[in-house]
């Protein structure tokens, strides 16, 4: 009996077994063919599977290198190179001055009319300047060593902050040891990463730079162009819902160092307070030239200097002398003596040149006529070098930058640069005109139209001015009358 129960008990398997392989759902196709049982295969598979991952990986065996195999792979090595390599264009030897950059100067042994410097109220050489200067190293020595904070604070840089803000009508103002870090220490002290910048295209490279430590959303809008900023300002603020919660900026110059042209100041402080952001503006090529004292873009428009948050300006143009300063609130310039790069681990400004600042500016108050005769020379220069054959003034008629671009671009930049140095080669080698070519570095990111500068200074006398515009238009018309 128990021999008749295991065999039928096995038989039943067997049915069981052989029924479930030989069912539809279980039935598999391999390359192909039908396979009855696709729970065979996959078994037979899993096996397979965990036999290969059991198996110890092939390694060859290690044989160290020979001396020579090292050597000739050294040999062979090729470093990384520091720089980049260096072009044709990069090989550029700008003039070297042999005497003060004044409106008359010297270079290589011969007198020239410098329109290459931004000595725009003739401040160069000035008697009083100088004598400031001399009794302030006489007094202070020529360095400080050492920044503001840490006693390099010397009584002349509280009187020369003081002096500023008093010029400008402002709360208060701080000193920079370098103008140009003035605008990339001040922008990162405020901005930080989250924050949205809008700021117009053609800045130059000091903001440029600013806007890059700043680590901020940056939003550029096209250059001078009040149309694009509201565009751009509405843009951030409707379409948005978190640009309200940020800390929102405008950054514009007062006169655009890439191109001679003013900024509506007074048209971007309505969209500022329309659109509720905070205003930077940069005066370095507008203090001591625009408006009726020499106060500024501010005074220009007729816009209340309380109303832009944050003023910077080098000293390095209308006062003759170096570093830069920044003025506003208070609470502006407290934030920048704890958080400010630029002011905070750079030596302070030397004192002669602090000196030579407020002595600037006294010279400026006492003499508003200078003013008068920087007007009348830019007006006078812009009228002589209207209808020069293949260039165009791209600069607004009251800058003393006079900024002139090809009427017909060649379509490259590399291409409009080389007839623009051999224009301003020309007039120094053949009329003595010492002016500049738009020059750029390769971590500049202006894209506006390059051209000749013209830095117009009140110490210009008229037959200079002729002189410059007869020579433009005489060199214009020899090189680029194959152009046009």
Not at 297 to 311: A, M, N, Q, Y
Request: aromatic share 8%; glycine share 8%.
């Amino acid at each position: 009996m128990a021999s008749n129960y295991v065999l039928n008990l096995v038989n039943s398997t067997l049915d069981w077994v052989t029924a479930t392989l030989d069912a539809p759902s279980s039935r598999a196709v391999v390359f192909g063919v039908p396979i009855g049982g696709h729970l065979f295969v996959e078994v037979l598979l899993f096996a397979v599977i965990v036999f290969l991952l059991s198996q110890k990986s092939y390694k060859p065996p290690k044989k160290p290198l020979t001396e020579k195999e090292i050597d000739d792979l050294c040999q062979e090595w090729v470093p990384e190179p520091l720089i980049p390599p260096i072009t044709e264009d990069m090989q550029y030897e700008p003039p070297v001055l042999e005497s003060a950059a004044g409106p008359h100067t010297i270079v290589n042994g011969k007198e020239v009319v410098n329109f290459a410097a931004a000595n725009y109220l003739g401040l160069i050489g000035h008697e009083k300047l100088l004598e400031s200067c001399t009794s302030a190293l006489e007094k202070y020595g020529v360095g400080s060593c050492g920044p503001r904070g840490f006693y390099g604070t010397i009584d002349v840089h509280l009187d020369c902050e003081a002096r500023i803000a008093k010029f400008l009508g402002t709360p208060d103002s701080i000193l920079y040891s370098y103008g140009l870090s003035t605008m990339f220490s001040a922008i990162p002290a405020f901005c930080k990463k989250g924050d949205i910048i809008v700021v117009d295209e053609g800045v130059h490279w000091g903001i440029q730079n600013g806007l890059y430590l700043s680590r901020s959303t940056i939003v550029y809008f096209k250059h001078n162009d009040m149309e694009s900023l509201r565009n751009t300002l509405e843009e951030i603020t409707v379409k948005s819902k978190r640009a309200k919660k940020l800390r929102r900026y405008i950054v514009v110059e007062a006169v655009y160092q890439n191109s001679g042209q003013i900024a509506p100041l007074d048209e971007i402080v309505k969209l500022k307070e329309k659109y509720r952001f905070r205003v930077l503006l940069d005066e370095s090529n507008s203090f001591g030239v625009l408006g009726r004292a020499g106060r500024g873009l501010t005074e220009f428009c007729g816009v209340p200097v309380e109303k832009i948050d944050i003023i910077t300006a080098a000293m390095g143009h209308a006062l003759a002398a170096e570093g830069g300063f920044c003025t506003g609130s208070a609470r502006v310039t407290d934030h920048q003596r704890l958080s400010s790069s630029g002011y905070v681990f750079s030596a302070s400004l030397p004192p002669y040149l602090a000196s030579a600042a407020i002595t600037a500016i006294d010279v400026l108050e006492e003499n508003p006529d200078l003013l008068t005769k920087l007007k009348k020379n830019i007006t006078l220069l812009w009228k002589g070098l209207s209808g020069v054959m293949g260039l165009s003034l791209a600069s607004n008629p009251e800058s003393p930058i006079v900024f002139l671009k090809l009427q017909k671009s060649t379509g490259s930049v590399k291409s409009d640069l080389q007839l623009l140095d051999l224009i301003a080669d020309r007039l120094l080698k053949d009329h003595s005109i010492l002016a500049v070519a738009s020059k750029r570095s390769t971590l500049d990111k202006c894209r506006l139209p390059v051209g000749i500068k013209l830095f117009v200074s009140a110490a210009h006398s008229e037959s200079d001015l002729l002189k410059a515009s007869e020579s433009l238009k005489t060199v214009a018309e020899l090189v680029l009358k194959n152009h046009i």
